[in-house]
C-alpha cells in the first residue's frame, strides 16, 4: 500500500534548472542556448594571459556552465564534472592518502564496490562495509583513521535507505578528523534528495541516469560546500583527466530542463507499478521507498521530496522463473542501467552485480528472485499490461 507524504517540494528547483548558469550574456553573441566548445586550447593576450581557459582539460566554457547548473540544484556552491559516475567515485578516493580507511555502505553498486574491492586496496586505502542503516555498527566502524564515510540511498538494488542526517551529525563528533560524508544521489537526483541539506559532505553523481535521462551520455559529477573540498576535487579533474567532453556536457545541461518534469512522472508511474506488483500472487515482496510496507518508510518521509522510477521486487520461483520473466517483456527492456525514459528491467544477481562475491550477495538478500525495475515514462496502462503478461508467461 502506498505509504505517507514525502517533503513538500520548496518552490524554484525547476526555474534553477532552466536558468542557473545559463545568462545569455556571457556570450558575446547573447545566445540563449549555451554553445558547445569543442576547441581544445584558447589564444592567449600575452604569455599567461588570458581569458579564463588555456587548455580544455583544465577548463571548457560548455563544461562551466553545467557544472555551475549542477551546483545550483543541489544549493551547492561547487560543481565538478566528471567522465562517468565511477571517475566522480574515483577522484572522491584519490583525495584519500595510503593508510587512511574509509566506510562505505554495504548495498552499492557493483562498480564502486568493485572499485574499492580491487583498486582503492592496492593503493593502501583501507575499507569496511556495512548495513549504514544500522548507525551504531557506523559508529563502531570507525577509526582514527577513518577519513571517509560513502553511503548510497536508497541502496542499489534493495532499495534500503540511509538516514543521511544521523551519519552526517556522527562524523561531525570526530570534528578533528575530519571526515568526510559523500553520498551517492544517483537513484534520487537532487529533486527528490538534497543531501548538503542533511549535513553531507559531498554529493556524488552518476549524470548517466536521471540527470541526463535520455540514456545517451556517460557522465559524472560531485557537489560540496566545502572550499577545501572543492579545490581538492578540481586539481584531481585536471591531475587525473577524467573529464567530460564538451559535447556530452551540452547534453546533459539540456537534459537539466527537463529534470522536475521527468522526475514526477517517473515517480508517478513507479507508484503505480509498485501498488500493482505488491497485490500479484506471484510476487513475493516489493521494495520500494514509498510504500508504507519499506522498512525504512518514515526516514523516507523525513529526508527525501519523493521517489524516483528505481525498485526492486522478488518473483516467487528462482533462476528459471526470473528469466522467463525478463525474457517475456516487451516493453520493458532487458537492459543494465536506469534513469532513462525508457523502463529497464534486469536481473541484478547475474548482471548489475555479478561482481559482488557470491557469499556477500546471499547475504544481502540479492538472489536469482530479485528482479531491477527502472520504470521509464511510457504510458502507465502500457507498463503494467506489460508486466501481466510477462508474470503469467514466468508462470508457465
Ligand atoms: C548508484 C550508482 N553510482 C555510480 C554509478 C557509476 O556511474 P557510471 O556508470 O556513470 O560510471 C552507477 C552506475 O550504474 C550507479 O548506479
Known sequence: MEGGKFKPQPQGFATKAIHSGQSAEQWSSHCVVPPIV???????????????????????????????????????????????????????????????????SDDVYGGTGRLIRNLAHRFGIESVFLDATDINSVRKAIKKT??????????????????????????????????????????LSPYFQRPLELGADLVIYSLTKYMNGHSDV????????????HSQLRFLQNATGIVPSPFDCYQVNRSLKTLSLRMQQHSKNSIAVANYLEKHPFVKSVLHPGLESHPQHQIVLKQTYGHSGIMSFYIKGGLEESKKFLKALKVFILAESLGGYE???????????????????????????????????????????DLEQALKAAQI
Open 38 to 104: 569543442m576547441s581544445t586550447t584558447f589564444k592567449q593576450d600575452a604569455p599567461s594571459e588570458h581569458r579564463g581557459f588555456e587548455y580544455g582539460r583544465s577548463g571548457n566554457p560548455t563544461r562551466n556552465v553545467l557544472e555551475t547548473c549542477l551546483a545550483a540544484l543541489d544549493n551547492g556552491k561547487y560543481g565538478i564534472a566528471f567522465a562517468s559516475g565511477l571517475g566522480a567515485l574515483t577522484a572522491t578516493l584519490s583525495m584519500m592518502n595510503a593508510g587512511d580507511h574509509m566506510i562505505v
Open 343 to 385: 523502463s529497464l528491467a534486469e536481473l541484478p544477481s547475474i548482471m548489475t552485480h555479478a561482481s559482488v562475491p557470491a557469499d556477500e550477495r546471499l547475504r544481502l538478500g540479492i538472489t536469482d528472485s530479485l528482479i531491477r525495475l527502472s520504470v521509464g515514462l511510457e504510458d502507465i496502462e502500457d507498463l503494467i499490461q
Open 146 to 187: 577513518t577519513k571517509l564515510i560513502l553511503v548510497e540511498t536508497p541502496t542499489n538494488p534493495l532499495m534500503k535507505v540511509v538516514d543521511i542526517q544521523l551519519v552526517a551529525d556522527l562524523a561531525k563528533e570526530y570534528k578533528a578528523q575530519g571526515i568526510i560524508v559523500a553520498v551517492d544521489n544517483t537513484f
Open 218 to 229: 556517460i557522465m559524472g559529477a560531485a557537489i560540496t560546500n566545502c572550499a577545501d573540498i
